[in-house]
């Protein structure tokens, strides 16, 4: 599906609006450990919402919303300690937001510009996003689906613990790369 195509077949109404469907929506991040070894978690969508303008792509709104106090990595004291206040501070911020600033298309897919807020700070992102198609489900519901991925220093947003390795280096790395497999639920 090009990005110029709609996520919804066009109908009289203007807009779409289409709703997460989290049950078959992941949002990993990978980041550099050791400065050897990647390492991966997963921080699981909470909300989404799309809404689609049927006849002008670019004046489409996202808005997203991350639960980082379910944070997993597949270790327990690491995800504790990325709950902590050294990183995310879910006791005061259980949640990333993200909401769409611009869309435009690209020759490959969609480039969705937005604001994302980590622990109160919001600073500007860009995501590159494919459409990947939609379909009708057995129980007659019309799905769309779209991966994304963005790329960002995690010290802008204050995630600036650290620890200095005896041979030179740091323990975590600065650049978080994200990648979104997100499917919606077209509403109404």
């Known amino acids: 599906m090009s990005p110029n195509q709609t996520l919804a077949n066009p109908t009289n109404k203007t807009t779409t609006t289409w709703a997460l469907d989290p049950a078959h929506s992941h949002a990993d991040f990978t980041v550099r450990h050791l400065m050897i ?6 921080i699981p969508p909470r909300s989404a919402t799309i809404v689609r303008d049927e006849s002008d792509i670019t004046k ?4 997203a919303e991350l639960d980082v106090a379910a944070i997993t990595t597949g270790a327990a004291d690491r995800d504790n300690h990325l709950r902590s206040p050294d990183f995310f501070d879910v006791a005061t911020y259980p949640t990333i937001r993200f909401v769409s600033t611009r869309v435009e298309t690209v020759e490959d ?5 937005g604001d994302l807020t980590i622990r109160d700070v919001t600073r500007p992102v860009v995501l590159d996003v494919e459409v990947l198609g ?3 489900d057995p129980w007659g519901n019309t799905k769309a689906a779209v991966e994304a991925t963005t790329t960002f220093d995690r010290r802008d947003f204050g995630l600036t613990w650290n620890a200095a390795l005896e041979t030179g280096g740091v323990l975590v790395g600065d650049k978080v790369k994200v990648q979104l497999a997100l499917q919606f639920v077209k509403q109404g």
Do not use: D, M, P
């Not at 489409?60 to 808005?63: K, L, N, Q």
């Open 109 to 113: 897919g969609l480039r969705v510009h």
């Open 37 to 42: 070894a990647n390492v991966r978690g997963n």
């Open 134 to 136: 939609e379909a009708k």
């Open 60 to 63: 489409s709104r996202v808005e």
